[in-house]
Nanobody, 117 residues
Framework: QVQLVESGGGLVQPGGSVRLSCAAS????????FRWYRQPPGKEREMVAQ???????LYSDAVKGRFTISRDNAKSTVYLQMNSLKPEDTAVYYC???????????WGQGTQVTVSS
């Protein structure tokens, strides 16, 4: 029943911007924490951003100041605005929903972001 669908990825030049979306088909969207992760080829998956039910945010040092996570509870959608992109940002980006205390966890299928000239 639960489905998270990421979209908005693609090819972008260094210094460019892209906005990712995570459309969540989930009961009780407003009470979930959401996280964005990324995984470059051959590397481990890492968390880059988190937003709480109260819209508090947290970012990894690698993206702080460049990325912004947000949520629209009316649309059941989470966003990741990515600015000043660097080649090292190239990765598959995944959306994850977590219940309080991480009692439940759901993953999207991922969307590819490639930063290259």
């Amino acid at each position: 029943q639960v489905q998270l669908v990421e979209s908005g990825g693609g090819l972008v030049q260094p210094g460019g911007s892209v906005r990712l979306s995570c459309a969540a088909s989930i009961n009780g969207f407003s009470i979930y924490y959401f996280r964005w992760y990324r995984q470059p080829p051959g590397k481990e998956r890492e968390m880059v951003a988190q937003i709480t039910p109260g819209s508090s945010t947290l970012y990894s040092d690698a993206v702080k100041g460049r990325f912004t996570i947000s949520r629209d509870n009316a649309k059941s959608t989470v966003y990741l605005q990515m600015n000043s992109l660097k080649p090292e940002d190239t990765a598959v980006y995944y959306c994850r929903a977590l219940g309080a205390g991480t009692v439940s966890s759901y993953w999207g299928q991922g969307t590819q972001v490639t930063v290259s000239s």
